[in-house]
């Protein structure tokens, strides 16, 4: 069974400073790999997804992962975070048949300091 | 655009009771899926529909019924309210297995009392 361990709950980060929200992930094969953002009281919002090709991964928001087969791993980067960031963070596996179902990690929380 | 919408946004249910959370989506998508959010538990997956008439169990599904009589229509349906159905439910869809873009409503927070 596909699962995703994010093992950092919270995260503080000043503001300007750069970000690495980890993740992890078990499938027995290529997945497809996911970062979703949710602000206090939305929805998810996609901000980049891995699919096969080129590992280093560019999505909205200036955000970046990189996928890892080697260390099973698919961490989100930014160069700079601004206040507008604070906001969780979880990181999400697809299967590539059965319907498509998400597994999510549990969530990274990320607090931005002014 | 629409894209993915619950309702209700808010209720509270007394034990025992039921409802059905409604959700609808104006994109065509063929999948669509019910999660639950419980604090620091991250989304389970309840149930899921590849296409109108076809339903499958997920991950947390006891305790909950669905139907998918529309390719735009997916109502979890709540039997028997228990307080540990307290949670944000949240609906999703997207076109296929492909990997595609998976698609969110803004969430509807259950309370049971």
């Known amino acids: 069974a596909q699962s995703v361990t994010q093992p950092d709950i919270h995260i503080t980060v000043s503001e300007g400073a750069s970000l690495e929200l980890r993740c992890n992930y078990s499938y027995g094969a290529t997945p497809y790999l996911f970062w979703y953002v949710q602000s206090p009281g939305q929805g998810l919002q996609l901000l980049l997804k891995y699919f096969s090709g080129d590992t280093l991964v560019q999505g909205i928001k200036g955000f970046e992962a990189e996928f890892k087969r080697s260390q099973s791993s698919f961490n989100l980067r930014k160069p700079s975070v601004h206040w507008s960031d604070a906001a969780e963070y979880f990181c999400a596996v697809a299967g590539t048949g059965g319907g498509n179902k998400l597994t999510f990690g549990t969530g990274t929380q990320l607090k931005v300091e002014l | 655009n629409a894209g993915v919408t619950q309702t209700p946004k808010f209720h509270i249910l007394k034990i025992g009771q039921s409802m059905t959370l409604q959700c609808t989506q104006d994109?065509?998508?063929?999948?669509m899926y019910w999660y639950r959010q419980d604090p620091g538990m991250g989304l389970k997956l309840i149930y899921y529909s590849v296409g109108a008439g076809i339903t499958d169990k997920g991950e947390v599904p006891n305790g909950y019924n669905v139907s998918r009589s529309t390719t735009e229509d997916f109502p979890l349906r709540l039997e028997l309210a228990a307080p540990s159905q307290t949670s944000v439910y949240f609906c999703a869809s997207t076109w296929d297995s492909s990997g595609n873009t998976i698609y969110f409503g803004e969430g509807s927070w259950l309370t049971v009392v």
């Open positions: 994109m065509n998508h063929n999948y």
